[in-house]
């Protein structure tokens, strides 16, 4: 089993930054792939941002390129997620997800069929 624990959400005005982390334990040698997800109120979960733990490759949805940087530290068995220039409309709980396979694209847009564990989420509200 892996557990994941998500934290650094808070309440930030537009334009702030966040960095979140998701720090993984258990059978960590068992993780290939590590994302990021996001699920607004009323609205179905979106797959942010993965990327894979044995090379780095990453992916970013259309709505997290430019803002966000996906990050690994193996020696930690920690991911992280910076956000800059947060937007309003980036208000959510934001999940981390862990793959026993190394698809990182799969895991951020198939997660029901790739993700194969679940962190309990960090919540994001972006508002003056």
């Known amino acids: 089993q892996v557990q994941l624990v998500e934290s650094g959400g808070g309440l930030v005005q537009p334009g702030g930054s966040l960095r979140l982390s998701c720090a993984a334990s258990g059978f960590t040698k068992d993780v290939y792939a590590v994302g990021w997800f996001r699920q607004a109120p009323g609205k179905e979960r979106e797959g942010v941002s993965c990327i894979s733990s044995k090379d780095g490759t990453s992916y970013y949805a259309d709505s997290a390129k430019g803002r966000f940087t996906i990050s690994v530290d193996n020696a930690k068995n920690t991911v992280y997620l910076q956000v800059n220039n947060l937007k309003p409309e980036d208000t959510a709980i934001y999940y981390c997800?862990?793959?026993?396979?190394?698809?990182?694209?799969?895991?951020?847009?198939?997660?029901?069929?790739?993700?194969?564990?679940w962190g309990q989420g960090t919540p994001v509200t972006v508002s003056s």
């Open positions: 997800s862990a793959s026993r396979y190394n698809y990182v694209e799969k895991l951020c847009v198939r997660s029901p069929l790739y993700a194969s564990w």
